[in-house]
Antibody, heavy 120, light 106 residues
């Protein structure tokens, strides 16, 4: 079955950096696009970034463009999110999610999330 | 960006009753609309895509309708496991955007 397992979350100071990972299994990783979606404590869902199945196309949300970078390693079936210049409002649970087979734009499988806390 | 607005914010219903959740888009999204269910401490789960297509293993009591700017998620007879948050999401234009959510409570 499809499994997405996030890791790498933690506490980081404002202005700092963190890289989180999402290890995928149970499907052919290099045929699916992947997303990161985040959820601040007690808040709703916010889409963050997308990467195409081959890594060629990437789309970023306005709030993270220029600070976050998505990448993927097909040999490890893993997608990464490098987060720089972190701000307190980046505090959230970060979920990785797989695109549906029919469209890049919605998510048919989700990981359990990893918590990133930006605080001094 | 396309702003998604969900109403009501909270819906109080009894088990066995019908629940109707609304989602409005600030501009037309054709039928590129998905619905997700999220329970506390869990990841979201895809319920509906293409405005009206149920995802795999989603019970038949969940149905979606609408196109353009107005959408509805209907739960025909609420079960105890259906009390949760529900989010709509458009995927016509980037950035992808979610509604603020509806909490379905007893």
């Amino acid at each position: 079955q499809v499994q997405l397992v996030e890791s790498g979350g933690g506490v980081v100071q404002p202005g700092g950096s963190l890289r989180i990972s999402c290890a995928a299994s149970g499907f052919t990783f290099n045929t699916y696009g992947m997303h990161w979606v985040r959820q601040a404590p007690g808040k709703g869902l916010e889409w963050v970034v997308f990467i195409e199945y081959n890594g060629n196309t990437k789309y970023y949300g306005d709030s993270v463009r220029g600070r976050f970078t998505i990448s993927r390693d097909s040999s490890k079936s893993t997608v990464y999110l490098q987060m720089d210049s972190l701000r307190p409002d980046d505090t959230a649970v970060y979920f990785c999610a797989r695109t549906h087979r029919s469209s890049w734009g919605f998510f048919d499988s989700w990981g359990q999330g990893t918590l990133v806390t930006v605080s001094s | 960006e396309t702003v998604m607005t969900q109403s009501p914010a909270t819906l109080s219903v009894s088990p066995g009753e019908r629940a109707t959740l609304s989602c409005r888009a600030s501009r037309g999204v054709t039928s590129n609309l998905a619905w997700y269910q999220q329970k506390p401490g869990q990841a979201p789960r895809l319920l509906i895509y293409g405005a009206s297509t149920r995802a795999s293993d989603v019970p038949g009591r969940f149905s979606g309708s609408g196109s353009g700017t107005e959408f509805t998620l209907t739960i025909s007879s609420l079960q105890s496991e259906d009390f949760a948050f529900y989010y709509c999401q458009q995927y016509t234009t980037w950035p992808l955007t979610f509604g603020g959510g509806t909490k379905v409570e007893i």
